[in-house]
Every structure is written in structure tokens, then in C-alpha cells.
């Protein structure tokens, strides 16, 4: 099965705000767009992945990523911005499903810099295999990944705690080893680091390279 993957990304002037320890405010817009560079990137050479469909309002970002090979559509003008991150990924699931009706679909983050395209095969593979699943991030209470096979509906509920939010929803949580790099988003200096172990994509690890990371 092949999947489409949407990625909803923050105008990159507003994104990445908890890394303001690590990183000034002239810095964080770049190192969110070579976050989201490394991800889509890795995503698109990912065996399961048929394409990836970015949701963003920022005009820097849709060109960047649409250089890489991914689709760019604005977010929903009629959406509330309260709505946030579920409205981008319900209008993304919309897009993509007018034109496939029956494409699978899975909501990614743009914050995984060290993913690796075999492991994200891995967890898509096992997504297969149910309705509605998810892949919990390495902190053990968010989601990095939540899929819907053919025929279901997204419904996500991304938001504190949305590790329980989709098991409550009844997605079903995916038990996988390896899959590191899949788990791995990036909202602190430690999870910067954290990725940085992992080994990060080009753009990351250049950006990165401008920082003065303890431990890195």
C-alpha cells in the first residue's frame, strides 16, 4: 500500500517558539524550514509514500518544500485559527481525497529531522493493517504520525496529550521497535539534541551547525 503523507507547517515566523532557549528569533524560522526540508525529503524517498501533500500559509516554505517534490496548499480561509493543526490536516485529507477516494492517507509532523525513510516504510506498513493508527513521539504522550487506510476518515485530535486523545478516538496505537527517527520531533533543545544523535538531515544539520548546542 502506498500512502499519501500531509504535513501541516506553521507560518515559519510562528513556528518552533519552545526552542527559544536554544535558538534566537532570527534563527528559529530557518531551522523550522530545514526541519520540514529534512522531513519532506526523507518522506518522499520512503517506499510506502506515494506523495506528500504540505498545508501552510507561509510562501517561503510552499516553495522550498515544492522544490523538493511535495504538493503546497494554503490552509482553509474559512477555518478558524483556533482550530489550528486538526483543521490543516482535515483540509489536506479533503484535498487529497477529491481527487483518490480511496487513498490512504496519514497526517506526518514537519518536525522530524532525522527521519529515515525505511523506518517511516515500517510504521506505514503496520498502519496498513488497521482502520486508524498512530505512532506515539519519543516523549510518550504526543503523536508524530496517525494514518487512516482506505474508506476511514482521518479524525485527527492533535493537541496536549493527543497520545490519549487518539486512543480514546480508537486509533490504535502501533507497538514498534526501531522507528526512532519516526518518533523523534523536535520542540525543545533537548529534543534538537536528541535528533542531532540521531543523525539529522543535510539542511538540519546545517542549520544546526550555527548554534551552540551543550552536548552536541
Do not use: C, Y
Amino acid at each position: 500500500m502506498q500512502w499519501t503523507l500531509v504535513v501541516p507547517l506553521k507560518p515559519l515566523a510562528r513556528a518552533k517558539s519552545r526552542l527559544s532557549d536554544t535558538a534566537g528569533d532570527g534563527v528559529r524560522p530557518g531551522l523550522a524550514l530545514a526541519f520540514a526540508q529534512d522531513t519532506v525529503a526523507a518522506a518522499l524517498a520512503a517506499r510506502a509514500v506515494r506523495g506528500v501533500l504540505v498545508v501552510t500559509d507561509d510562501d517561503l516554505a510552499a516553495r522550498e518544500l515544492a522544490a523538493l517534490g511535495a504538493r503546497t496548499v494554503p490552509e482553509d480561509s474559512h477555518d478558524s485559527p483556533r482550530d489550528g493543526l486538526n483543521a490543516a490536516l482535515r483540509h489536506g485529507t479533503a484535498v487529497v481525497r477529491a481527487v483518490r477516494p480511496q487513498s490512504p492517507v496519514a497526517a506526518l509532523n514537519a518536525d522530524l529531522p532525522a527521519l529515515r525513510p525505511e523506518e517511516l516504510t515500517r510504521v506505514l506498513d503496520a498502519a496498513a493493517a488497521f482502520p486508524r493508527s498512530f505512532l506515539v513521539d519519543a516523549a510518550g504522550i504526543g503523536t508524530t504520525l496517525l494514518a487512516a487506510a482506505p474508506g476511514h476518515d482521518l479524525s485527527p485530535a492533535f493537541g496536549p496529550e493527543s497520545r490519549l486523545r487518539h486512543r480514546h478516538s480508537g486509533a490504535v496505537e502501533l507497538a514498534l521497535d526501531t522507528v526512532d527517527s519516526v518518533r523523534q520531533d523536535v520542540d525543545t533543545g533537548d529534543d534538537l539534541r536528541a535528533a542531532l544523535t540521531l543523525g539529522v538531515g543535510p539542511r538540519t544539520a546545517a542549520a544546526a551547525a550555527r548554534l551552540l548546542i551543550p552536548g552536541q
